[in-house]
């Protein structure tokens, strides 16, 4: 009998032991119905930056390259099973083809719901409106946690020398689409009253630019360098949601020098304490 009871305690403080651990991770779910942008920002590092954290992070990229609000809000009322579900879970990767938004938005009860423009019209106001708000709508109605928050993805200004057809909306200068990308969210922001806080990925590409790295935050002219590009972005969505300072994060993308996570993780720092202006990083130089 003693030796019944000694197994049935030591069960008991494994169970404990166990829901212990558990307890101790947070977990936050994001949902992010963009495109490439949102790829780019959410799909690496940000959820190894929270684990350094001990926060799991479930993360849900709805995807379609170079989508639109109009057409995002379009496949929502048509019940379109276009998208590309990419999500990570335990930090793996998997895609889903063919997919809702529906069952997407269903798929977790979503802590945070962004949302973007494609990045041609990220500064042009105008081209917000219906359809964030019916979007908006739409998702408000399909939502599982009544709590969540919604969020606005502040996409960055192209490189100087992109050639992407886009940046003739803003006369082919990267300060006059940064401008305009601010100057039309913070308006948005201001007239969606749903829309809780804005990620300022843009404003930290931007910081970074002003850096020793200069303006090499792109592969394309307009898709961020797989390294400290999507870094930068990643380390932005996480202190943003998180409040945590990202600055000494040490989830650190393998190929990135001291430096350049130094001058990343400050950008970020930077354009959350203040997301609409640029905050000159000229003493980061090698």
């Not at 590309?84 to 979503?110: F, M």
């Not at 042009?124 to 599982?144: D, I, R």
Request: charged share 20%; with cysteine; proline share 3%.
């Amino acid at each position: 009998m003693r030796k019944y009871w000694k197994t049935v305690l030591t069960s008991i403080f494994l169970i404990a032991c166990i829901t212990l651990l558990n307890a101790s991770a947070t977990t936050i779910r994001i949902l992010a119905i963009g495109n490439s942008f949102s790829r780019d920002a959410v799909e690496q590092y940000l959820y190894e930056l929270g684990a350094d954290e001990e926060i799991d992070f479930i993360i849900g990229n709805m995807y379609i390259g170079g989508c639109s609000l109009e057409r995002h809000r379009n496949n929502a009322n048509n019940n379109a099973a276009e998208y590309a579900y990419r999500k990570i879970v335990n930090g793996v990767k998997t895609s889903r083809a063919n997919t809702t938004l529906e069952y997407a938005i269903g798929d977790e009860p979503w802590d945070y719901i962004s949302f973007q423009q494609a990045s041609p019209n990220s500064g042009l106001y105008a081209t917000y409106f219906p359809y964030l708000t019916e979007l908006l709508t739409y998702v408000k109605s399909k939502v599982t946690n009544t709590n969540v928050k919604y969020m606005l993805h502040q996409t960055w200004a192209y490189a100087q020398n992109s050639t992407h057809d886009g940046f003739n909306n803003y006369s082919r200068d990267q300060l006059t689409m940064y401008a305009a990308i601010i100057d039309a969210m913070h308006r948005v922001k201001e007239n969606v009253p749903d829309i809780s806080f804005i990620i300022p990925s843009g404003t930290a590409i931007q910081n970074g630019r002003t850096s020793a790295v200069g303006d090499n935050f792109c592969r394309d002219g307009y898709h961020l360098d797989y390294q400290i590009g999507r870094y930068t972005a990643a380390c932005t969505w996480f202190e943003k949601i998180t409040g945590i300072n990202v600055v000494g994060n040490k989830a650190i993308p393998n190929g990135l020098s001291d430096f350049q996570v130094e001058v990343a993780q400050n950008a970020a720092h930077f354009a959350v304490l203040k997301p609409e202006e640029v905050t000159p990083m000229d003493v980061y130089i090698r």
